[in-house]
Structures are given as C-alpha cells and as structure tokens.
C-alpha cells in the first residue's frame, strides 16, 4: 500500500495550517501541534526538518514560532513530503543506478517508474494554499487524505 509516513502527514497538516492563518505572524509548534492533536514533540522535529530545508522560517523569542518561507502557492505537497522522507519511489529498483540480478528479464521497472513519475507530479501539481482552500475543521481530515480528495 502507498502510504504517507506521519512526518510527511504531519509536515503537510502543519504547513497548512500556517497557510490557513495568514494573519498569524509565526506559530508556535505547540499551536501547530494542539490545532490538530499531533504529539508535538514529533511536530518539533518535523518543522526543524522543514526549516532546514527552506520551506519555514524559524523565529525565536516571546513572540516566536514558525512561518511558511515562500507564499503557500509557491509550496507543493512534493516538496513537503521530499523534504521530510527524501526521494519518493514506490518500488526499490528505481533507485539509482544499480542493477538487480533481475534486469534482462524485468518487466515492471519501466512501467512503475512511469507509475511513480505520474504520482510525483500529481503531488508537485497541488500546492499547500490548494490543500488549505479545501475546507475541513481541524482534526477531521488528514492532509494525506486531502491530496487524494484534491487530485481525484
């Protein structure tokens, strides 16, 4: 089964959340993690990751927190989810460039890879402002289900 892992949920519900309130200079991860009751030790790593990768501003201080570095438009569901699980494959052999012992006579690797860049522009198609205009009380849809929701 394809299946997003939680930090990659979790990055993706957090990312829109911060895009669902523009009035928000910075939220902190604990707003983050309360708004949708995500453990919120795990949420600090995933917004740290996050940050490291360019995609939030960390501020420190009182009024601290973080805040989407780019316009929610500019952020798709693929960087996301790369940021946090790294390059997306739905089998192992597309990876690099070693061969199995299986090359001459697979049949698959090239129709999966074809499978896997069709999933990877779906997700690099739906943008975090995509995910937030699509209406759901906090708690109630996971972003995981709403890219699958969005791209049907």
Same mark, same amino acid.
């Given at each position: ?66 805040? =989407? *570095? !780019?316009?929610?438009?500019? @952020? ?6 790369? +940021? &946090? ?26 129709? =999966? *890879? !074809?499978?896997?860049?069709? @999933? ?6 739906? +943008? &975090? ?24």
């Amino acid at each position: 089964m394809l299946k997003l892992t939680k930090k990659a949920d979790y990055g993706l519900m957090a990312l829109t959340y911060l895009a669902e309130h523009p009035e928000m200079p910075a939220l902190s991860a604990k707003d983050l993690a309360d708004a949708y009751g995500i453990p919120p030790q795990l949420l600090a790593k995933v917004l740290q990751r996050l940050t490291r990768t360019g995609l939030l501003h960390s501020h420190a201080g009182m009024n601290g927190g973080y805040a =989407l *570095a !780019r316009d929610a438009r500019q @952020i798709s569901a693929y960087e996301v989810i790369h +940021s &946090i699980d790294g390059p997306f494959f739905i089998t192992s052999c597309i990876k690099g460039t070693k061969s199995c012992d299986l090359t001459t006579s697979c049949t698959i690797k090239e129709p =999966l *890879a !074809r499978v896997n860049d069709t @999933i990877a522009g779906v997700l690099k198609s739906i +943008s &975090i402002q995509d995910l937030a205009e699509h209406e759901h009380p906090p708690g109630q849809v996971r972003a995981g289900d709403a890219l699958v929701a969005l791209a049907l």
